[in-house]
């Protein structure tokens, strides 16, 4: 019995060293160019974060306007203006359209909608004109509010007439495949266009944010696996033990801190000169052969921070220069002593699969696992917290985020506006210039939650508790 069984354990090894002497490890060049695939084929070996990843906001950004994902009125309401109705949106089977009343003629014309975008907070309908262009339509779908608003008007805080309505589907950037779609799909090419923005081929790959928008294109990586299963065995081993990074694709681990962030900072941070927008266009991940940009971190500040500025109302700043325009999120991190000192990463906080969830249950709200996510640097203050925030512990002003992070990114995208946080985490609330500037223009965490003390008596304990400072 026991003869038996080592000669199996022989035929098995002599049959293993055939297989290996006939299949080798195959070694891949750290610079590469190759072909977007779609992330199905992704997702036929990493099933689970393409399970996290299909049901994420990314994934769901563009789809087709068909019934299961509209989510607008279109049962023939009309649309007021001034207690006027100049619009009207209604569906006929399974197709969708938005009517606008032509200021000359009185006329209601149609426009079939072809694409929605967004679910979340409002949602973009888009539809095809007879020379290619996808163009946004003017009125968009508020979630919250549950109901049709002029969007760009709210954001711009300027007044809605009808023909200001019909301008807005004449400008450049209403060509939504010529000037969003770089963010809002997955490897757009722009094949040919026209100045006016009246003519557009275009393609991409997929609709939605998909793993290739951020991982690069996966031609070879897929083929390197496919064709020779002891790459696989080796891949492993040098990715967990020698720290390479993985064949072919780029995985945020191993890139460096700029090669990281520049994948979300390509959509996040687009506060750059005209100039420079063919450069985030172009940008793809990876590690190109032909010299394609993978790192977009020289531009990350190309625009200075001007007290004030308003326009476009995207990336505006507050009156003391803070970033104030909810396109100012990722300015505000890289704006932080957490980035120009630390390692900070997007990834840290937020799960980079499911872009609405956190990466540990707690890192995105205030409270004691956030807390401990900042003690890991700042490990001095966790022996007596209580010595540094002045506040009872577990009560708002005693967290991390209630005064390094506090809701001053303007986020207008549902009609109302929610603050949400800003990502200068080594930020400290200046009451006192609250108090030359006004609260409207220089808000501080202080008064955030004493708002019925001035900023002066803000001022006058931060000067008690920090004397230092």
């Given at each position: 019995?026991?003869?038996?069984?080592?000669m199996?354990?022989?035929?098995?090894?002599?049959?293993?060293?055939?297989?290996?002497?006939?299949?080798?490890y195959?070694?891949?060049?750290?610079?590469?160019?190759?072909?977007?695939?779609?992330?199905?084929?992704?997702?036929?070996?990493?099933?689970?974060?393409?399970?996290?990843?299909?049901?994420?906001?990314?994934?769901?950004?563009?789809?087709?306007?068909?019934p299961?994902?509209v989510l607008?009125?279109?049962?023939?309401?009309?649309?007021?203006?001034?207690g006027q109705?100049?619009?009207?949106?209604?569906?006929e089977g399974?197709?969708?359209?938005?009517?606008?009343?032509?200021?000359?003629s009185?006329?209601l014309?149609?426009?079939?909608?072809?694409?929605?975008?967004?679910?979340?907070?409002?949602?973009?309908?888009?539809?095809r004109?007879?020379?290619?262009?996808?163009?946004?339509?003017?009125?968009?779908?508020?979630?919250?509010?549950r109901?049709?608003?002029?969007?760009?008007?709210?954001q711009?805080?300027?007044?809605?007439?009808?023909?200001?309505?019909?301008?807005?589907t004449?400008?450049l950037?209403?060509a939504?495949?010529?000037?969003?779609?770089?963010?809002?799909?997955?490897?757009?090419?722009?094949v040919?266009?026209d100045?006016?923005?009246?003519?557009?081929?275009?393609?991409w790959t997929?609709?939605?944010?998909?793993?290739?928008?951020?991982?690069?294109?996966?031609?070879?990586?897929?083929?390197?696996f496919?064709?020779?299963?002891?790459?696989r065995?080796?891949?492993f081993?040098?990715?967990?033990?020698?720290?390479q990074?993985?064949?072919?694709i780029?995985?945020?681990?191993?890139?460096?801190?700029?090669?990281?962030?520049?994948?979300?900072?390509?959509?996040?941070?687009?506060?750059i000169?005209?100039?420079?927008?063919?450069v985030?266009r172009?940008?793809?991940?990876?590690?190109?052969r032909?010299?394609?940009i993978?790192?977009?971190?020289?531009?990350?500040?190309?625009?200075?921070?001007?007290?004030g500025?308003?326009?476009?109302?995207?990336?505006?700043?507050?009156g003391?220069?803070?970033?104030?325009g909810?396109?100012?999120?990722?300015?505000?991190?890289?704006?932080s002593?957490c980035?120009?000192?630390?390692?900070?990463?997007?990834?840290?906080?937020?799960?980079?699969?499911?872009?609405?969830?956190?990466?540990?249950?707690?890192?995105l709200?205030?409270?004691?696992?956030?807390?401990?996510?900042c003690?890991?640097?700042?490990?001095?203050?966790?022996?007596?917290?209580?010595?540094?925030?002045?506040?009872?512990?577990?009560?708002?002003g005693?967290?991390?985020?209630?005064?390094?992070?506090?809701r001053?990114?303007?986020?207008?995208?549902?009609?109302?506006?929610?603050?949400?946080?800003?990502?200068?985490?080594s930020?400290?609330?200046?009451?006192?210039?609250?108090?030359?500037?006004?609260?409207?223009?220089?808000?501080?965490?202080?008064?955030?939650?004493?708002?019925?003390?001035?900023p002066?008596?803000?001022s006058?304990?931060?000067?008690?508790?920090?004397?230092?400072r």
């Amino acid at each position: 019995m026991r003869r038996a069984r080592w000669m199996l354990l022989a035929a098995a090894l002599a049959l293993a060293g055939v297989v290996l002497c006939a299949t080798s490890y195959e070694s891949y060049s750290s610079l590469y160019d190759a072909e977007y695939i779609g992330s199905a084929a992704c997702g036929t070996c990493h099933t689970q974060v393409y399970a996290d990843w299909k049901q994420s906001p990314h994934a769901r950004m563009t789809e087709p306007a068909t019934p299961a994902r509209v989510l607008g009125d279109f049962s023939g309401r009309p649309w007021l203006l001034d207690g006027q109705p100049v619009a009207r949106t209604w569906r006929e089977g399974d197709d969708f359209w938005m009517g606008l009343l032509e200021p000359k003629s009185g006329r209601l014309v149609p426009f079939k909608v072809d694409y929605a975008i967004g679910y979340q907070y409002r949602q973009t309908y888009l539809t095809r004109e007879s020379g290619g262009v996808l163009r946004r339509l003017p009125l968009e779908w508020s979630v919250e509010q549950r109901g049709f608003f002029p969007y760009w008007n709210f954001q711009e805080g300027t007044r809605a007439t009808l023909p200001d309505l019909w301008e807005q589907t004449r400008t450049l950037h209403s060509a939504w495949n010529l000037y969003c779609a770089r963010c809002h799909t997955t490897h757009l090419e722009v094949v040919e266009k026209d100045a006016s923005h009246t003519r557009a081929v275009t393609r991409w790959t997929e609709d939605g944010i998909a793993c290739e928008a951020c991982h690069g294109p996966g031609s070879h990586h897929r083929n390197y696996f496919a064709r020779n299963y002891v790459n696989r065995f080796a891949a492993f081993v040098n990715g967990r033990l020698r720290g390479q990074p993985a064949a072919y694709i780029a995985t945020a681990s191993k890139l460096t801190k700029g090669q990281d962030l520049s994948v979300c900072a390509r959509c996040h941070g687009p506060d750059i000169q005209m100039a420079t927008t063919d450069v985030y266009r172009d940008y793809e991940p990876g590690y190109s052969r032909t010299g394609r940009i993978n790192d977009l971190s020289p531009y990350f500040k190309q625009v200075p921070l001007e007290p004030g500025r308003s326009h476009p109302a995207t990336v505006e700043c507050w009156g003391d220069g803070r970033p104030r325009g909810i396109a100012m999120l990722f300015r505000s991190f890289v704006e932080s002593a957490c980035y120009e000192k630390g390692n900070v990463r997007c990834t840290d906080c937020h799960d980079p699969h499911d872009n609405k969830r956190a990466r540990r249950p707690g890192l995105l709200e205030a409270g004691a696992e956030s807390d401990a996510w900042c003690l890991r640097c700042h490990g001095a203050l966790a022996a007596d917290p209580g010595a540094h925030t002045h506040h009872a512990a577990g009560q708002a002003g005693s967290f991390c985020y209630d005064c390094h992070m506090p809701r001053h990114i303007q986020n207008l995208a549902t009609g109302v506006n929610r603050p949400v946080r800003t990502h200068w985490m080594s930020e400290v609330p200046r009451p006192e210039v609250s108090g030359r500037l006004g609260l409207d223009q220089a808000p501080n965490a202080c008064n955030d939650c004493h708002r019925d003390r001035t900023p002066a008596w803000a001022s006058e304990w931060m000067r008690k508790w920090w004397p230092a400072r």
